[in-house]
């Protein structure tokens, strides 16, 4: 099968993906009908709970935005940047946006795609010759309970494909105690001063999670995927990025790292008792490497990255300039690992009951086991990152809100709280 039929093949895929989703069950804040608007004191529960937040010292600070129909809905700081300067948060504030930046890498991704350089189908051994040799690590149990690790041949070789939606076997060794994630862990992948193509080949010396296609496993395909990208277009994954998205969105502060002084003053940070991201490497952005990393390592603003988030609300369009195609745009926001995919979920499938996996983004296919499930729309689209940023794409009701703190710890319950909230003041 060529590129051009996993293409078609994965459109009418998409299709049949969303007409099979169940139906909207219109319950609470579940699926609103289209054309709702917010209650203004009903957006004020919101500057109760962050002030709340704040006051009893659980965060720094934090900033929203919700926008509407291209228009500022809700745009409020709470708190400061950070509290041992007291700075105050601004939308030029700088925020680590940790998984965030898999966002960003996968919309670049699907450029290249667009343009011929890379290929869905293409395997990763095309580009990174040492993938060819790739194993999988299949744990045996043996009548004592102790495990060992058997690495057998993939059933195929892992692609393009399983790269954007997390199904390349490729996993991450800060989380879980699976015997390859202790693997990972212990290969020390972040000693020192590497580029993308040294990473690249320190992720082909470990075993894979699993057999590609067969689970939904997050970890470094984005950082592999980046590699490729450069190998394909002969630039670096921030020329890539600032040619294609950062520089004609006017994103200029999105960026890997903070070399201007006079901006490293602007960067948030979390309280000090809440400053362990727990990501498995040293996460410092004025401390200039060589590696890029495209699953986690970027910093933006709101005044950056609210540009980013209507281009995806604009469905690839922004200020009259065409970034992803209707057709590419549709591939990325459709789910990929749903029903008939061949692709398992397990207690890692971050994206959460309720929601499918496109190419980069999670999307939201029906309304989950909870009852009431919770706020949202089908088809929104979301990501978030260890930090506690974290953004949602409503192209239902025309709306995306992007949140940008720094507090690993509270991330959590406060992104659960504020989409609550944000719904609940929500009417017809």
Known sequence: MDSRQVWRALVCSALLTFTAAPPAG????????????????KLAKIGEFFRNEVTTGKIAGALLLIQQHGKPIYHESFGVQDVVTKAPITDKTIFSLFSMTKAITSVAAMTLIEDGKIKLDDPVAK???????VKVGVEKKAEDGTKTLELVPPNRPPTILDLMRHTSGI?????????????????????GDFDLAEFAERIAKQPLHNQPGA????????????????????????????????DPLG??????????????????QPVPNDSTFRV????????????????GGMVSTMADFSRFAQMLLDGGKFEGKTYLSPKAFELM?????????????????????????????????????AKPPPPGSLGELKWDGASGCYFVIDRKQGMFFVLLQQTPTERQRIQRTVKQLIYEAMEN
């Open 26 to 41: 219109a319950e609470g804040t579940f699926d609103i009908p289209a054309g709702a608007h917010f209650n203004p004191e």
């Open 127 to 133: 580009y990174i010759p040492s993938f060819a040799n």
């Open 251 to 268: 994103m200029n502060d999105t960026r890997f790292y903070v070399t201007d002084p006079a901006k490293q003053k602007l960067l948030a």
């Open 215 to 246: 689970l939904w496993q997050y970890g470094h395909s984005a950082d592999v995927l980046a590699r490729i990208m450069e190998i394909a277009s002969g630039k670096s994954l921030l020329e890539i990025e600032r040619e294609k998205l950062l």
């Open 280 to 295: 498995g490497r040293e996460h410092n952005p004025t401390a200039v490497k060589k590696f890029e990393s495209a699953a």
């Open 333 to 369: 926001t459709t789910d990929h690992v749903g029903p008939g995919s061949g692709v398992e979920r397990d207690h890692f499938y971050f994206p959460g009951d309720g929601f499918g996996f496109g190419l980069g983004l999670a999307v939201r296919t029906d309304p989950g086991i």
């Open 171 to 191: 996993t991450y060794g800060f989380y879980g105690d699976s015997l390859v994630r202790k693997s990972y862990a212990a290969a020390n992948l972040y000693a």
